[in-house]
């Protein structure tokens, strides 16, 4: 794929232009990380973040005006004043800290393991690494995931 196709696919995930230029220029380039792959695994849960914002005061919504049953916590705020758009922007901060914990763990396994005898140094680790159309190893590793999302943000 060249620069111009892996500009256009990382706009049409949601990539502003001047992001998608940028990480089409390090997928291109760099030897050592898969931008394109990250992204890729990262999408559906920045649609997932997102659709906080956008959607849940409205499915909420549809969930009361129907009669559908709503969690205890959600009546509870929605009691004291809260509104369905607030619950939702909440509900994203919640998501994205949870995210960001768990990307930031698959990308350094080593980083939550400080209690740990030599911060278990001598224990088995991973890493997420890419694999081409045809399943091929190309040994690019997926980086950096838990500062790929909010798209919107970066």
């Known amino acids: 794929m060249g620069k111009e196709e892996i500009k256009e696919l990382l706009q049409e995930f949601g990539l502003p ?10 997928e291109i380039n760099d030897k050592n990380f898969a931008w394109l792959s990250a992204f890729r695994f990262v999408r559906p849960l920045n649609k997932s973040l997102e659709s906080y914002k956008t959607e849940y005061g409205d499915i909420l919504r549809n969930r009361i005006e129907k009669g559908f049953s709503i969690s205890k916590v959600e009546s509870e705020l929605l009691e004291k004043g809260a509104t ?3 619950l939702g922007d909440f509900a994203y901060e919640i998501a994205l800290t949870a995210f960001n914990e ?6 350094d396994p080593a980083g939550g393991d400080y209690d740990l005898e030599d911060e278990g140094e001598s224990l088995p680790s991973w890493t997420l690494i890419e694999r081409d159309s045809n399943g091929s190893r190309n ?4 980086t950096e995931t838990h500062s790929l999302i909010p798209f919107s943000n970066l």
Request: charge should be negative; glycine fraction near 0%; aromatic fraction near 14%.
């Open 139 to 142: 040994e690019r590793h997926l």
């Open 17 to 26: 232009e001047n992001k998608a230029d940028y990480y089409a220029n390090l």
């Open 84 to 86: 369905p758009e607030l």
């Open 102 to 107: 768990v990307l930031y763990r698959l990308s």
